[in-house]
């Protein structure tokens, strides 16, 4: 029987504050992405590339998204603001959220602020990519101590528990100790050397944002490692200088990484993208010593099946406000 989110004529609202302390489950959240992307090529789902506009002077940043995930039957729309991105004005602000809508019944679903659902569906995806090109990594460092550095650690252990070292690089103490306890039972290093860790480490995850002061480049990485970009933290030259790449998907790839493009423009080709990897029909990799690069775009229809989850979790906690819209 579908669930009743609200009556008719009424949205339902769940800001971050609504969302706290649900009770999530970081294997279940891998298993839910997981699907959302096999979905895509097993048919129904459906994730056109997002739009994006970028103010003058990088002054602001938005993009929008939409997407439909069959498994749950969910259609979502994405919208996202960004001011002062690169915070050089100190007036950094970020504004998001995802109406979801019940594609069986024609409901609604939801209003949601996602300011960490995207960072949760985001570490999900960089398990996914890292779990399947580097199945044996023992190490892993992450460049990047805001939300989305915070989150990528903790998911990754979810989804390979037999790590053994975790690191972290930043430069705000108070984001290196909320990494340092990001990850319940397991200690984290501060890295002070970034070169000498990004070439121990057998997983790299940039998730840093604009500002960051140092990435990892290519000849620090040691063979058979991948390296995860997110954000930033990843240097340009470890996507051209990388023997095998992959990503969520190539167009989505093409439409958002002008910061990875050469003096020319030009990007190279993506060997694999994540969908195919995950149902067998490419690989992560093409031998053991290879760097593999893997861009991790966010993808709406993740944002679907997602927040169709947490929707449900809030729905049963009694969570969030129902007001008269329509």
Known sequence: MPQKYALPGQLWLLPQSQQENLDLDRRQVIAVVERAYRALRE?????????????PDHRSLSYSMVARDSGSGTVCFKAVYEFDPRRTKGAYGFHSFVFLVDDTTGAPIALMDVVKLGPLRSSATTAL?????????????????????????????????????LQVSGT???????????????????????????????????????????????DWMKPGSVAVLLGYGVHADVCHGADYRIATDAAQMQATCDDLRGPDGSLPSVDAQLPDILLGLAPARRGPEDVVFAYNSGMAVTDAALGRYVADLALAAGRGDKVDFW
């Open 43 to 55: 048919g129904g789902s459906d994730n056109p590339v997002k739009t994006i506009v970028d103010g």
């Open 129 to 165: 990519f890292a779990r399947a090109a580097c199945p044996d990594a023992r190490t892993a460092l992450v460049v990047g101590t805001g939300v989305q550095g915070q989150a990528a650690l903790p998911m990754l252990v979810a989804a390979m528990p037999e790590l053994e070292r």
């Open 172 to 218: 705000y103490p108070e984001g290196l100790r909320a990494v340092q306890d990001s990850v319940e039972g397991r200690e984290v290093e501060i890295v002070t050397d970034l070169r000498k860790a990004a070439g121990e480490a057998d997983i790299v995850i940039g998730a840093a944002g604009l500002s960051v002061t140092e990435e990892v480049r290519r």
